[in-house]
């Protein structure tokens, strides 16, 4: 019985998904939902009793596979580099999957939602640069003359002033674009002249 009320479930979240990342979520009904999916409005207020639950809903899963991927490439055997690499791109094209009126709605109709969103990004990928930096260091691949905290602090502030809602709907640039800039700009004039070269490489090779 479990596995296939469980289905309906899991096509709500994916449509859900799909329709909010893309276009945001404040004009998108639940009745709309359950119409394109040929499900009954008793089914699908039987998952998701309101919208609000099932925005969190999605939003949460998606912060699990964005740590559970980010996680995977910082702990990976692969070159530190090359991992650097792999985390911006990915980073990047998540980042790219949020449209503005998707981070607009958060923002705007969800603000209890939208800080636990911006705090999870920030505390997650923090993390996980950290432990980039430092093995990046340790094998002698970062600038001696350059403090890994202000570099720390650099990336850290970069994102939280300039991807965010407010800002991207202020400028032409994408978050996608944002997250590759500040990647490119802060990284590699911190890490050394060979490390950048190994660093572009895997940018284009991955």
Known sequence: ??????????????????????????????????????????????????????V??????????????VTAITISEKPVIQKLAELMLFVGKMTGRFSRAFQSDIQRFTPVLWKEVDKFRTEMISSRVALIIDEARRQGKFRTDVHRDIVFLMFINSIQTIVNPEVLSKNSFSPKEAMYTIFHVIFEGALTDEARKEFLKYEISI
């Open 56 to 69: 969190k809903t999605v939003v949460q899963m998606l912060m699990k596979s964005f740590e559970k991927q």
């Open 1 to 54: 019985m479990e596995d296939i009320e469980k289905e309906p479930k899991e096509r709500i979240i994916d449509l859900a998904e799909e329709r909010f990342l893309f276009s945001g979520f404040n004009k998108v009904t639940l009745d709309e939902l359950s119409g394109e999916l040929g499900i009954s409005k008793k089914t699908m207020y039987k998952f998701f009793p309101s919208k609000n639950i099932l």
